[in-house]
């Protein structure tokens, strides 16, 4: 049987994989092997992988190629995460050096696989379709000493035509809220300060398992009362399961952090209709007047394509009018990619790549303005911060994160680190906003 004592593991893609990460590197180490993150140096590589635009997938390509160019060639190569549901065993033709592949509803197989290569020497691959067994989250490895993500849901049914997810995770399968809080619990007497839910689309949560009676505003509340827990966040909603009981748990719970994801897509309800999100612009918008009646300074964060095929001059206008119109504090823009086996690939992908590439860039100019207004806003507010480190750049100044998710910097001793801190906001500089430290937070000021 071969030996291997170290490993490396690079990570592609969403925080669902980030999380995945973690409990693969948890179940590696329990095995007795140590991270290392020299990847020339390991004596496993994986490469946990995502599918979502075909650039993603380009780069896990070109990266797996060149390791087959390199003297590496002794190291077991794993493949995980969603190209592997997405390729399969058809992996190993277009990359004959890797040793196996493992999907995202296989991470509890892991170990197994591994002993199957190292014991027979041949490639190995589980994709199973759906997710059954609920996964050893107690022993993630949490990169992050303050915020760690808990999966409360897995996998989609919503079925967009343009997105692999529900076809890379398989169907949804919520988690009992009973190991939830066990986890949860967990991490605050750890230390974690910070809790991120997450779910393709978290507010599915429970649906599929009625006779539990937890809905995903049931779960929050039962999560808030676990004694220590500073921060709850949440992502991703979609719009549809938005219900005025979550609107309300955002106004009412006190570690719930008002900021809320839930991407708008398009502002036209042809390529709304066209991209299967059924919802409307109105309903759409009726959503967010309504969230933004109960919850205020609630803060609205947004995912949008351009270019699905067959959009038009005017109705790319539309997006870029609902962009400016909802001012989100938090907007991630793309251009569309066709991905294989979606229904969206039945239609020609006719809006060239230099007019995507325009629509993007023009939205992103508009949106730059909106956040340029709501970064002069926040100029002299005293805010409450939870010090997540260093800041990468210049290390005498510590980053931390406002409720509404907004990025601060400010001077800082290191052991101010996993608290909540109180600051007053001076300046900006370029996308960060600059602040001063006024005192502990005593978690009344938002
Ligand atoms: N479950 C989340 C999003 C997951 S994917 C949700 O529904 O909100 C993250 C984002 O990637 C999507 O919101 C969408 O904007 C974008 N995306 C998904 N498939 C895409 C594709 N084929 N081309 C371009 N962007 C895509
Ligand atoms: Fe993809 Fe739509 Fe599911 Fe989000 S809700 S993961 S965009 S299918
Ligand atoms: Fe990518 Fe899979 Fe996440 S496709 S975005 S890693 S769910």
Redesign the pocket.
Known sequence: MREIKTFFVKTYG?QMNELDSEIMVGQLEQRGLSRIEDESAADLLIFNTCS??DLAERKVMGKLGKLGRTSQRNAVIGVTGCMANAKKDSLFQKIPHIDFVLGTNNIHDLNNVLDDVLATGKQSVKTDDRFTTELDYLSAKRDDKVKAYVSIIRG?D?F?T????PYTRGPESSRTPESIEQECRQLVSQGYKEIILLG??VNSYGKDKPEWNCLFHDLLYRLDRIPGVERIRFM???PVDITRELMEAVRDLPSLCEFV???V?AGSNRILRKMHRIYTLEQYREKVNMLREIVPEVALGT???VGFPTETEEEFQMTFDVLKEIEYSVA?L??????KG?P?MRWQDDVPEEVKQERLQRLMKMQEEIYQKQRQSMLEREVEILVEKKNFKDSALLKGRTRCWKNVLFPGDESLIGTLQKVRIHSYSHQTLLAELIGVSNLIDR
């Open positions: 969403c979502i635009r989609c919503k967009c343009y997105c692999v997810v393709q689309n991703t909603s979609h994801h839930f991407p897509q995912d949008v394509i991630f793309f251009a569309y990619s066709p991905r979606t969206a």
